[in-house]
């Protein structure tokens, strides 16, 4: 990945060449005005925050990436996906304005940009270099145990015409190997992921890739960050299980108008 500093901001861009034609970042929490223990860029409205500091924050990490506005979902670890639209209006700036139920969203058009918030669990980055849609997805353990990245391939597929082959797909800052520990994984994880165990450690990065390319994506169309957001990068990314109480930082991507 590049790392880019841009006006306070700390974010980092996938290099994979097609995702290169979109606006994209993962943002670190460098920068922005929320206060500890949420402290810095945090982009989900939190009891612990203000919306004021978080709108703050969401306008400045669209103005790095050069979009006007963000559309986002209060994400439940599920497998479910919204499709946002130009026309719909659908830009929450209020906490009772955020559509719930949803871990992926998808657009076929430009200047839309889509967000979604983490704190160890992965964003994704799918985008048909084809016809151009872009969806983003929340996917930690639990969605990933709902094969919630080969459902949103599928709605791809099924609702836009979109190949897989022609899906490139971006895997960002996450839990990593070194740090995903599941002392239970026998009744939390599906056996079919046991191969990806070391000890009560699991390598979810590569059961994403895994999971992309049975859904059809080229593995030379995947880039895996592979960036620990528990121990690595220098504390720069919010980590649910390093400090419990933390913010959410952002994977935002979108295509600029044509």
């Known amino acids: 990945m590049i790392r880019v500093n841009d006006n306070g ?3 980092y861009r996938f290099e994979l060449e097609p995702l290169q034609r979109l606006a994209h970042g993962v943002f670190t ?6 206060l500890p223990p949420l402290d810095g860029l945090n982009l989900a409205f939190l009891p612990g925050d203000s919306e004021e500091s978080v709108r703050f924050n969401l306008d400045l990490a669209a103005q790095a990436l050069g979009l006007q506005h963000l559309a986002f979902a209060r994400q439940v670890h599920g497998d479910q996906a919204l499709v946002v639209r130009a026309g719909d209006g659908y830009r929450p700036r209020r906490a009772e304005e955020v559509v719930p139920g ?3 969203l998808i657009t076929p058009d430009p200047g839309i940009g889509l967000l979604v918030k983490l704190a160890d669990c992965q964003g994704v980055i799918l985008f048909d270099t084809r016809n151009g849609v ?7 353990w639990r969605g990933s145990v709902k094969n919630v990245l080969g459902r949103t391939v599928t709605r791809l597929e099924t609702e836009f015409g979109c190949r897989p082959a022609d899906l490139a797909a971006g895997i960002g800052p996450s839990l990593g190997p070194c740090c995903a520990e599941f002392v239970n994984y026998r009744r939390e994880l599906p056996p079919d992921f046991w191969s990806y165990r070391s000890g009560d450690h699991f390598d979810f990065w590569s059961i994403s890739r895994d999971q992309l390319v049975a859904s059809g994506l080229k593995p030379e169309n995947i880039e895996i960050a592979g960036l620990c957001t528990k121990c690595g990068a220098d504390g720069e ?22």
């Open 9 to 11: 901001l700390t974010y």
């Open 134 to 140: 872009v969806a983003v997805v929340h996917a930690g």
């Open 102 to 104: 949803y871990d992926a």
């Open 237 to 258: 990314f919010y980590s649910y299980r390093r400090e419990k109480e933390t913010g959410r930082f952002g994977l935002i991507a979108g295509r600029l108008g044509d």
């Open 29 to 34: 929490r460098r920068g922005g005005v929320s």
